[in-house]
């Protein structure tokens, strides 16, 4: 009979939920034979500024970002606030020459940003940038020569600043791992063995909003919900697609934040990814 046909069904769909393995077990899984390396960040916060107009989000930002790197993924954090030219690149330099080829970098930079338009170039505005001089600024090729030399393989900038998508080139679409275990597995060493220098920003060559969500900037508050609410091995472009969701038609007239996401320019990418593995991922495959 009918009910006895939709009887059968619903006890062969719960075998099969039963069977079939979560993504977090799944996930735990590869954890567990798999080297994702130690997690190492720098998280930059500038509101203080000399010569240029006070921001008001971009510590909080830090802060908030920083506490959800070391408390649920394990990072080991140097958060810097309000820093100058010569203390951001040291902590860079510093930070990219203690990593090891299995080890992931991450690169938060939160304050001003400007574009060249001659070159093409954008730059980061440390705290102490004069408006009409350069020499105090941070060119994208300058953070592309850091990254370049950094013995990491798995390196991502999230910049949280005007311009900072002139940063970034396009890659080719990755559907990501699919298909059996077996496959999965492949996938992910693939990626691991190769290096990656991946760039997320707030918006593209154009301004972006500081503030207007909560205390944090619109991009910081997405960016956060989105690690916090992770439960699994999350990719770089897994967290552009899920913050820029999150973000369609945020924002005001003439600044609206439309993240980009793509190779660091010059920095030697070679198609390998960046991964988000919580805490308690680990423990769980230990």
Excluded at 274 to 282: E, H, K, T
Aim: hydrophobic letters at 40%.
């Amino acid at each position: 009979t009918a009910i006895a046909v939709g009887a059968a069904l619903l006890i062969l769909t719960a075998w099969l939920v039963l069977r079939s393995p979560s993504p977090g077990v799944e996930d735990a899984a590869l954890v567990a034979s798999l080297n994702f390396g130690k997690y190492q960040a720098v998280v930059i916060g500038n509101n203080a500024y000399e010569h240029l107009e006070q921001l008001q989000t971009a510590v909080p930002d830090a802060k908030a970002l920083a506490s959800v790197l070391e408390g649920q993924y394990g990072f080991e954090v140097e958060r810097l606030e309000n820093v100058t030219r010569h203390d951001l690149v040291r902590a860079l330099e510093l930070k990219a020459r203690a990593t090891r080829p299995e080890d992931h970098l991450l690169v938060y930079y939160a304050g001003h940003g400007r574009l060249e338009e001659p070159n093409d170039r954008a730059y980061w505005q440390p705290v102490d940038a004069d408006p009409a001089n350069t020499s105090n600024w941070i060119s994208s090729l300058e953070v592309s020569d850091v990254l370049l030399d950094a013995k990491a393989r798995h390196v991502l900038v999230v910049a949280d600043s005007c311009y900072s998508g002139a940063m970034a080139t396009a890659l080719p679409e990755d559907a990501g791992p699919t298909g059996s275990a077996a496959d999965r597995r492949s996938w992910f060493e693939s990626r691991l063995g190769k290096h990656g220098r991946l760039v997320l920003t707030s918006g593209g060559v154009d301004p972006v909003p500081d503030g207007g969500s909560a205390g944090h900037s619109i991009f910081a508050r997405r960016l956060l919900d989105v690690l916090r609410e992770n439960r699994g091995i999350l990719r770089g472009r897994q967290l552009y697609d899920l913050v820029t969701q999150g973000l369609e038609g945020q924002g005001r007239p003439g600044l609206v934040a439309k993240p980009s996401f793509g190779a660091l320019k010059t920095a030697g990418d070679e198609g390998g990814e960046f991964f988000f593995v919580p805490r308690s991922l680990r423990r769980v495959s230990s």
